[in-house]
């Protein structure tokens, strides 16, 4: 079965909804003509990323106006869309919606909130608690928001669940210029993290990152699609923003699968028996 | 390979990138800044005139009474080598009207004098021209605070100020700037005979090596010494980062509301932008 996906590398203005949402309901015309089922976006399309204390005064309930807009927009697809989420439960969350044909399908709150180097997430953001599966009409979906990626539980987790495309949306900035990298260290580190999800999870990776400058902070783009051997098969090439559209074939995750049947042969007792010993000897 | 080489292709697609951005968001396109004849401002140019084109650039060159006669030309052979704009503001009446009553004799005073007169000069002329202040100030200075506060590194967008002195050499090679400037000993022209180097008391070359391992590689004092660094060096060097981090923050405020300015009151600069 082949799936056609448009990842848009976008370039959000911090802060201001209406801009965004008009950016994204551009892309989603022009992904329309692609004739693109599935459409991605970056982590925080909707607000921007360095937010700080912009963060509770860009945040959104599920239902509200600019996430209507997207859902309505999904008709006939499925979509999506980063934002900043006001929880039921009043904490403000790094969220990424999927819609699908009109309807909300799945909102996948960040695991792992960054807070190191030039990051402060865990300043503005409460933490998401789960890795759920996305049972979406084109197959199993889990979404990875940049830093869950750098943390080998979701990954593995969806990896459990039989998962077949791995969404990682992200605002991965721009940085290692040395002439010992080939291009950016940011993007080549990435990349190889990419791959070795696809080749381990022998799943599709789709990576959207962003694109533009929050105040000296390019971000790196590098925009790419993962087959579930691990190669790479489609990228935006360069800074700017960009988008790819690729069709894929999901049956090639059985294949893969076939080939090295990884998930039959995963011995995920031996870690509840590890983590059980573990919790004893605390 | 030097460690500290960079890809001067892929700098050069993020600067002008930034340049053009960051300037755009507050409805900019054009830009203003000093030419020296130094290496600094003619790659700052160079970099302006790919994110704005040449003719959205105005370079500015503000000679003092005492200032080597050969930066000027330099200067111009970059502004004419980038196509860039020129302007000539000899700055020697501005300054001595301060610094003759006051009777200012001392070396670093004059020199910073005449480094926040320019400094003045460019901030009019951005009004007058439209354009924002570009700074010239690479990393290697930023951190021995070798810069007058308010005077050199005053601007509103800096885009060498993550490049060391060697990474601005190899950047200005690959923009092909004139020999000229590629080749003269670094100076202040704050005075005759003055060579960065000969202030320092150091050369750029051990600096940016022992920075990028401090800094950028966050390797201990004691890794340095192991690695062939000179004890007394390094503990100069450590010692002028941690004084000089007052010229690279902002002036610090005293907390007394529940929201203060810096302190909890934290928007970026293109905020609303």
Same mark, same amino acid.
């Given at each position: 079965m082949t799936l056609t996906v448009h990842l848009a590398q976008l370039e959000p203005t911090l802060g201001n909804l209406d801009a965004n949402l008009a950016l994204h309901l551009a892309e989603?015309?022009?992904?329309?003509e692609d004739g693109a089922e599935l459409v991605l976006f970056p982590e925080l399309s909707l607000t921007g990323y360095f937010l700080k204390d912009q963060t509770p005064e860009v945040a959104l309930a599920r239902d509200a106006a600019p996430l209507e807009a997207l859902r309505e927009a999904s008709r006939g697809r499925t979509v999506g869309v980063g934002f900043v989420e006001r929880g039921d439960d009043g904490r403000v969350y790094n969220a990424y919606a999927l819609f699908e044909d009109g309807a909300l399908l799945h909102v996948h709150r960040k695991v792992h909130l960054v807070t190191y180097g030039m990051f402060e997430e865990s300043r503005d953001l409460a933490a998401g608690e789960r890795f759920d599966v996305a049972s979406s009409r084109l197959g199993r979906i889990g979404v990875l928001v940049c830093e869950d990626m750098w943390h080998a539980a979701g990954g593995w987790l969806y990896f459990l669940a039989g998962v077949d495309l791995l969404v990682v949306p992200s605002a991965g900035p721009a940085r290692g210029v040395s002439a010992s990298y080939q291009g950016l260290a940011s993007v080549g580190a990435w990349r190889a993290l990419l791959q070795s999800a696809s080749t381990l999870y022998q799943c599709w990776s789709l990576y959207v990152n962003r694109a533009g400058v929050e105040d000296g902070i390019t971000f790196g783009g590098g925009t790419c699609v993962v087959d579930p051997f691990g190669h790479e098969v489609a990228h935006v090439d360069?800074?700017?923003?960009? $988008?790819v559209v690729h069709a894929l074939d999901l049956g090639a995750c059985e294949r893969a699968r076939l080939a090295?049947?990884? $998930?039959?042969?995963?011995?995920?007792?031996?870690v509840q028996a590890a983590l059980a010993r573990l919790d004893e000897t605390r | 390979m030097d460690p500290l080489d960079v890809q001067p292709e892929l700098v050069e697609a993020i600067l002008v990138r930034f340049l053009r951005k960051e300037a755009g968001k507050f409805g900019f396109a054009r830009a203003v800044l000093g030419l020296s004849g130094g290496i600094d401002s003619a790659v700052s140019a160079a970099l302006a005139a790919r994110a704005f084109g040449p003719d959205h650039v105005l370079a500015v060159m503000m000679p003092?009474?005492?200032?080597n006669p050969a930066s000027e030309r330099d200067a111009r052979e970059v502004a004419e080598h980038l196509g860039v704009a020129t302007r000539k503001v000899d700055i020697s009446a501005m300054a001595d009207g301060y610094l003759g009553p006051a009777e200012v004799s001392d070396r670093m005073r004059r020199g910073n004098v005449m480094a926040r007169c320019r400094m003045i000069v460019l901030y009019d002329l951005s009004v007058e021209y439209g354009g924002l202040v570009i700074g010239t100030s690479n990393k290697t200075e930023a951190l021995l605070g070798y810069s007058t506060q308010f005077g050199d590194n005053a601007s509103a967008l800096n885009p060498l100020g993550d490049l060391y002195k060697h990474q601005v050499y190899q950047l200005a090679r690959h923009l092909g700037l004139p020999a000229s400037v590629l080749e003269k000993a670094p100076s202040a022209d704050l005075f005759e005979g003055q060579t960065d180097e000969g202030e320092l008391g150091f050369t750029y070359a051990q600096a940016d090596r022992l920075l990028y391992m401090l800094v950028d590689e966050r390797r201990s004092l004691d890794e340095l010494v192991a690695a062939g660094f000179e004890a007394e060096f390094v503990r100069r060097v450590a010692r002028r980062i941690a004084q000089n981090q007052y010229k690279r923050?902002?002036?610090i405020i005293a907390k007394l509301s529940m929201r203060?300015?810096?302190h909890d009151f934290r928007y970026l600069r293109s905020w609303g932008h």
């Open positions: 989603l015309e022009r992904a329309r360069g800074l700017d923003a960009g $988008r090295a049947p990884l $998930r039959r042969d995963e011995k995920p007792w031996l | 003092y009474r005492t200032s923050v902002p002036p203060s300015i810096n």
